[in-house]
Each structure stands twice: as C-alpha cells, then as structure tokens.
C-alpha cells in the first residue's frame, strides 16, 4: 500500500524538505503541497488522501481550522500537525479539531516517516515534550474555571450548585490521559488499546471521572472538560 499524503506549510523550505524525505520512500508519496489551510482542505477534495501533514500557523486558514474541515467533511483522511514548542497552546484545539497527533519540526527524518506509518495503522502520534504539555494543559482543570460553567451554575437552585462543575476537581495522571483521548473523540475501546488495559477498567476509569464532574453523559461531560481547559 501506498500511502498518499498532502504536506500543508506556509514555509517553502520546509515543504520542499519534508517533501523530498517522503519522495524517498517506496510505500509513500506526496500527492500535492498546500501554502495554508485553505488550498489543504481543497486539495484533499481533489486528491483524497491517506493523510495530511498539517502545519498549525498558516496565513488565510491556520491549521486547526482545515483540520477541523477535513475531519468533518473527509473522515477517512488522516491529519497530523506539525508543531514546535511554541505552539502548545493549540494542542487542545487540534485535537478536538480531529488531529491524530502531532509531530515537532525538528525531529529526524526517519522518526517522521516512521510516525506517519504508524498514523496510518491507527496509532495516535504523540511525542513526550507534547504529551506532557498537554497533561499540564488537562491538569489546570483543577484551577481554572469557565466563565460559561459559573454562569450556569448560577442560574441552578441552590440545592444543586456545585454539580457538574469541574473546577477545583483533582484528576490523576491517569485520569488526565483517558481525559484527553475522550476529548479527542476516542471511543473505550479505543482507550484501551492506547492505554494497554480492558475496557471494563477503562470504564472505571471514566465512571469515576463522571462522578467527580457530576454527570454520567459522555457527550456533557467531554464538553465540560474541554471548556475547562481554557
């Protein structure tokens, strides 16, 4: 299998090296380059491709945005974003936007294609600097709150005030990371081959993340612990 792949960067020299490592490979191939977002999403409607390697700070339409279009519009397409240190502040946003990982700029070569290659066999690419930014990311749930939460709470009865509300809730590690792959849309099943565990402990695991946030919809629950993120 080939896998056919579109590199959206608003850098030329960084399309062109990406492009030329990707070119060396038998089993890929770069169907087209994208400066921004826009010009990405119209050829994926052009080319469909397995995967999109995705940059996240493009003029016209950033990366999260296409991301998120390309998610919704062409599900079987793939989309990793391509970031640096500077840009974890959008490591949330592009997960919910539907990326299946992130890859830094400054990785070796082989390390990106291997990433790439495994992407596509349905693993979620996520280095260790970004990994543990975005734990720091899930662990500010405990400090911050959503103006829009206290303004719900607010026009609850007091009886019920203190419920469904996550600030100053305290999650484990693990916790924070079954968390973080609810948000980006994962299912149980899917949980639990990342996490290496049964579903049923993954359940227990989400069981209890319920119980602490005060809701057993997954739906709201996976809302409220994403605006609590910012």
Avoid: W
Avoid at 55 to 67: K, L, Q, W, Y
Avoid at 188 to 216: C, H, P, Q, W
Wanted: proline content about 3%; charged content about 25%; glycine content about 6%.
């Amino acid at each position: 299998m080939t896998i056919k792949i579109i590199i959206a960067d608003d850098q030329t020299l960084m399309r062109d090296g990406l492009q030329t490592i990707v070119q060396l490979e038998d089993d890929m191939t770069v169907m087209a380059t994208a400066e921004n977002g826009s010009e990405a999403y119209k050829l994926v409607r052009q080319h469909s491709p397995d995967l999109v390697l995705m940059d996240i700070r493009m003029p016209v339409m950033d990366g999260i945005e296409s991301t998120r279009l390309i998610r919704q519009h062409f599900p079987n397409t793939l989309v990793l974003v391509l970031t640096t240190f500077a840009d974890d502040e959008y490591i949330v946003d592009a997960m919910v936007s539907g990326a299946c990982g992130f890859l830094l700029k400054d990785m070796p070569g082989d390390k990106l294609l291997q990433a790439i290659r495994d992407a596509v066999k349905g693993e979620m690419m996520m280095p260790a600097p970004i990994a543990a930014k975005l734990a720091k990311r899930i662990s500010s749930l405990s400090e911050r709150q959503s103006p829009r939460l206290q303004a719900a709470r607010d026009g609850q009865p007091s009886s019920s005030r203190g419920k469904n509300h996550v600030d100053g809730v305290r999650f484990t590690e693990r916790e924070k990371t079954v968390i973080a792959l609810m948000i980006e849309g994962r299912t149980n099943r899917d949980i639990a081959g990342k996490l290496f565990m049964s579903e049923g402990t993954v359940k227990n695991y989400i069981s209890t993340i319920y119980d602490k946030i005060g809701t057993n919809d997954r739906t709201q629950a996976v809302l409220l612990l994403k605006e609590s993120l910012y």
